[in-house]
């Protein structure tokens, strides 16, 4: 597990910011062909297929790329719909997670507990 200090964290929050955004986006997309994509799901074994299933395939293909880059990174993706990510912070000598989310600024100003999740959060 990759820990970050309050300043590294704070360095790489514009590009991380960036790619939430798109990955609510392709979210987005998706649910645009939910039920088309269930239809063809259950037509499978004739053979499936999907009006937009090439752009449904993309957006899937774009979200497990960039979900992966976040992690790479260290960085916890918690809810892709609020952009919701934590960083591993060693604090008072254990491990807490700095807490930010999409609309929060530029900074990041929370922290919580690992057990306390983000009801938890507390101000830096």
Known sequence: MKLFTITEANEILPGVSADLTTIQKLYAKLELY???ARAAAGKSEA???MRGGSNYVKALYEIGKMTTALNDLGVQ??????????FPCMREGRVVLL???????EKIKWWHELETGFGGRQLL
Do not use: P
Request: net charge negative.
């Open 99 to 105: 807490c930010w989310q999409l609309g929060e600024g």
């Open 77 to 86: 993706l918690k809810d892709y719909s609020k952009g919701l990510i934590d």
């Open 34 to 36: 939910r039920d088309s």
């Open 47 to 49: 053979g499936g297929g």
